[in-house]
């Protein structure tokens, strides 16, 4: 797993290929170790995201492939509408490092049988070139009910790819909800909550120690957007719920504590990207996070997120509309993913492969600028018309 | 009596580094920055200026533009730009970059980058895009961090690493000194002395 100072080493997504999976009815792209992600609405930017979230289901505790599967509502939910009759869906990502891009290969290819239960097709493990697992194998002839579960997931089977399995059950994704974090009770009892329903306990989970290293250098980061902040702690209630509190710089020479119930909307995701950030290395998966974020803000977590890439090399993969973050000059075309629905399925491509972005960015014109219009609804004033 | 409070002065700037650039010109000149707008290239700032102008009637105003190629040198440009400046607008033209005026502190910036404080060209306002200059220094830095975050990857597609900005930041705001950096770049000169001139203006 990734280690501090070898960043160059630390494993990440580095091509993705889908076949039917949603939206897309096929999909071949390279990744960097940062993604930025756009394209119109509904176009599928979080079901792109959602492949490394169902992978990292397959092989998470209490996961499965079945569970996975059944999460999203079944196979024909997930089978691209665009598909032709009852094709299989296919997920096929490579993962390597820095140095040696293509280290593993892991594919999964999925469908139902006649009681639309979760059928696999055909799993296969590769290193480095040579093929470790290839499935259906003579056991799934003889027993086609192992044909149920990947055997990615089963740890008695998978010790020669052990490192591989390990790698895609640390895929994290966060789309903090505040009111969420503010109520947890709605969420009671879920671990890892993406939606922040458990943000809380994550912080009090960790140790004392890296909790308040931690929340330190969070403070100090957030004090560039709340000034006024001084102090920032997590800190139990007489029932021993978790709360963050933080103190604010007041008339009042003591300064007044509040909790997560009183931070805005703003600093309660600021707060959880940042924590985010810095617990784990596997790889980020964040959906929007300039929401109700000052333009600012948003326009350095481009640059906020190479930085700690350079020390951890831990890959981010993000979806936005935003044209403030977009306008970063150091965004590498390789590392923007345009989606674009098509007649036949949403069609993704890195911006690179458009001659045009580059002329418009040797012309002085801004990635955003060059970008955001091919993401544009078609028909978006329409919209306008709403309020007659 | 002296006078008690800063005068705030008010910026409009191209991009985050110039930003930074101006805070630190600003300081330097014993004044406060109040609030900076554009940060959206050169364009959309030239597009504003007038509006800009038209606000220095209020309040002190400092105004940098880049000349990159537009020509040899500023004095016809302003002319073109912005020919009526009112007397609270200072309109700066940087030759030709920010990064120019960056480099003009050699010694500060030779450490920064961890380069050998030769290989800084002598008279930046010379160079014809120093933004390039700037990366190809970092290019050759003892240190892998500046590197990364300055020089683009060879498939990027563009002219400057993942962090280039931030560390031009982290750079202007700790370490370079507009003063020194004066004595080597012209156009800086004559910005300090006419924002010092701002500063003093009374209101």
Same mark, same amino acid.
């Given at each position: 797993?990734?280690?501090?100072?070898?960043?160059?080493?630390?494993?990440?997504?580095?091509?993705?290929?889908?076949?039917?999976?949603?939206?897309?009815?096929?999909?071949?792209?390279?990744?960097?170790?940062?993604?930025?992600?756009?394209?119109?609405?509904?176009?599928?930017?979080?079901?792109?995201?959602?492949?490394?979230?169902?992978?990292?289901?397959?092989?998470?505790?209490?996961?499965?492939?079945?569970?996975?599967?059944?999460?999203?509502?079944?196979?024909?939910?997930?089978?691209?509408?665009?598909?032709?009759?009852?094709?299989?869906?296919?997920?096929?990502?490579?993962?390597?490092?820095?140095?040696?891009?293509?280290?593993?290969?892991?594919?999964?290819?999925?469908? &139902?049988?006649?009681?639309?239960?979760?059928?696999?097709?055909?799993? *296969?493990?590769?290193?480095?070139?040579?093929?470790?697992?290839?499935?259906?194998?003579?056991?799934?002839?003889?027993?086609?009910?192992?044909?149920?579960?990947?055997?990615?997931?089963?740890?008695?089977?998978? *010790?020669?790819?052990?490192?591989?399995?390990?790698?895609?059950?640390?895929?994290?994704?966060?789309?903090?909800?505040?009111?969420?974090?503010?109520?947890?009770?709605?969420?009671?009892?879920?671990?890892?909550?993406?939606?922040?329903?458990?943000?809380?306990?994550?912080?009090?989970?960790?140790? !004392?120690?890296? &909790?308040?290293?931690?929340?330190?250098?969070?403070?100090?980061?957030?004090?560039?957007?709340?000034?006024?902040?001084?102090?920032?702690?997590?800190?139990?209630?007489?029932?021993?719920?978790?709360?963050?509190?933080?103190?604010?710089?007041?008339?009042?020479?003591?300064?007044?504590?509040?909790?997560?119930?009183?931070?805005?909307?703003?600093?309660?995701?600021?707060?959880?990207?940042?924590?985010?950030?810095?617990?784990?290395?596997?790889?980020?998966?964040? !959906?929007?996070?300039?929401?109700?974020?000052?333009?600012?803000?948003?326009?350095?977590?481009?640059?906020?997120?190479?930085?700690?890439?350079?020390?951890?090399?831990?890959?981010?993969?993000?979806?936005?509309?935003?044209?403030?973050?977009?306008?970063?000059?150091?965004?590498?075309?390789?590392?923007?993913?345009?989606?674009?629905?098509?007649?036949?399925?949403?069609?993704?491509?890195?911006?690179?492969?458009?001659?045009?972005?580059?002329?418009?960015?040797?012309?002085?014109?801004?990635?955003?600028?060059?970008?955001?219009?091919?993401?544009?609804?078609?028909?978006? &004033?329409?919209?306008?018309?709403?309020?007659? | 009596?002296?006078?008690?409070?800063?005068?705030?002065?008010?910026?409009?700037?191209?991009?985050?580094?110039?930003? %930074?650039?101006?805070?630190?010109?600003?300081?330097?000149?014993?004044?406060?920055?109040?609030?900076?707008?554009?940060?959206?290239?050169?364009?959309?700032?030239?597009?504003?200026?007038?509006?800009?102008? $038209?606000?220095?009637?209020?309040?002190?105003?400092?105004?940098?533009?880049?000349?990159?190629?537009?020509? %040899?040198?500023?004095?016809?440009?302003?002319?073109?730009?912005?020919?009526?400046?009112?007397?609270?607008?200072?309109?700066?033209?940087?030759?030709?970059?920010?990064?120019?005026?960056?480099? $003009?502190?050699?010694?500060?910036?030779?450490?920064?980058?961890?380069?050998?404080?030769?290989?800084?060209?002598?008279?930046?306002?010379?160079?014809?895009?120093?933004?390039?200059?700037?990366?190809?220094?970092?290019?050759?830095?003892?240190?892998?961090?500046?590197?990364?975050?300055?020089?683009? @990857?060879?498939?990027?597609?563009?002219?400057?690493?993942? $962090?280039?900005?931030?560390?031009?930041?982290?750079? $202007?705001?700790?370490?370079?000194?507009?003063?020194?950096?004066?004595?080597?770049?012209?156009?800086? @000169?004559?910005?300090?002395?006419?924002?010092?001139?701002?500063?003093?203006?009374?209101?």
């Amino acid at each position: 797993m990734a280690l501090k100072g070898s960043p160059s080493r630390t494993l990440r997504f580095t091509h993705i290929y889908l076949e039917n999976w949603r939206n897309f009815a096929q999909a071949d792209v390279d990744l960097q170790r940062r993604a930025f992600i756009v394209g119109p609405n509904a176009s599928g930017k979080s079901n792109f995201l959602d492949v490394l979230r169902f992978l990292h289901d397959i092989v998470s505790v209490g996961g499965g492939f079945q569970d996975a599967v059944r999460r999203r509502g079944g196979v024909s939910r997930l089978r691209c509408l665009a598909a032709r009759r009852y094709p299989d869906i296919t997920i096929r990502v490579q993962i390597g490092t820095e140095e040696s891009t293509s280290i593993w290969h892991y594919e999964v290819r999925f469908s &139902q049988d006649n009681v639309q239960r979760p059928l696999i097709k055909g799993e *296969r493990v590769q290193k480095r070139g040579a093929t470790l697992l290839e499935r259906p194998d003579e056991f799934d002839r003889k027993d086609p009910e192992r044909l149920t579960q990947t055997y990615l997931e089963q740890v008695n089977v998978n *010790r020669e790819f052990r490192e591989m399995a390990t790698f895609i059950a640390s895929v994290r994704y966060l789309h903090i909800v505040p009111q969420l974090v503010r109520e947890p009770d709605r969420s009671v009892g879920r671990r890892n909550d993406p939606y922040g329903g458990d943000f809380l306990e994550q912080i009090a989970r960790t140790s !004392e120690k890296t &909790q308040k290293a931690r929340l330190r250098r969070i403070r100090d980061a957030l004090r560039v957007a709340v000034p006024q902040l001084q102090e920032l702690e997590l800190w139990r209630d007489a029932r021993g719920t978790p709360h963050l509190r933080g103190k604010y710089e007041h008339w009042r020479p003591q300064g007044a504590w509040q909790t997560e119930g009183q931070f805005s909307d703003g600093t309660l995701r600021l707060l959880g990207l940042l924590w985010v950030t810095l617990d784990g290395t596997g790889p980020l998966l964040l !959906e929007e996070p300039e929401l109700s974020l000052h333009p600012e803000v948003v326009r350095v977590l481009p640059q906020m997120f190479a930085r700690v890439q350079r020390r951890t090399g831990r890959q981010v993969l993000l979806s936005t509309h935003s044209t403030d973050l977009l306008r970063d000059d150091g965004i590498g075309l390789d590392e923007v993913l345009l989606l674009q629905p098509e007649p036949e399925g949403t069609s993704v491509r890195t911006a690179n492969e458009y001659s045009e972005i580059e002329s418009l960015l040797k012309g002085g014109v801004s990635l955003a600028e060059a970008v955001i219009p091919r993401t544009r609804p078609e028909r978006a &004033q329409q919209l306008s018309l709403f309020g007659e | 009596m002296s006078i008690l409070y800063a005068p705030v002065i008010s910026g409009a700037v191209e991009g985050q580094v110039d930003e %930074a650039v101006l805070k630190q010109l600003v300081t330097h000149v014993g004044a406060a920055l109040g609030p900076i707008h554009g940060k959206n290239g050169k364009h959309a700032l030239l597009q504003r200026l007038p509006g800009y102008n $038209a606000a220095a009637q209020w309040s002190p105003w400092a105004v940098l533009v880049d000349l990159n190629q537009h020509a %040899a040198c500023a004095p016809p440009v302003r002319q073109t730009w912005l020919p009526h400046p009112t007397p609270g607008m200072c309109f700066r033209i940087v030759v030709r970059e920010i990064e120019a005026w960056l480099l $003009a502190d050699s010694a500060r910036l030779a450490r920064f980058l961890r380069i050998p404080a030769t290989r800084i060209p002598p008279n930046p306002e010379a160079l014809p895009n120093p933004k390039q200059t700037m990366v190809n220094l970092a290019r050759g830095s003892r240190r892998r961090d500046i590197r990364e975050d300055m020089v683009p @990857r060879p498939r990027s597609g563009r002219e400057v690493g993942p $962090a280039y900005t931030s560390r031009l930041i982290e750079f $202007a705001e700790s370490h370079w000194r507009p003063g020194v950096a004066a004595r080597r770049a012209d156009s800086l @000169r004559r910005s300090l002395r006419r924002l010092r001139q701002l500063t003093t203006r009374v209101p």
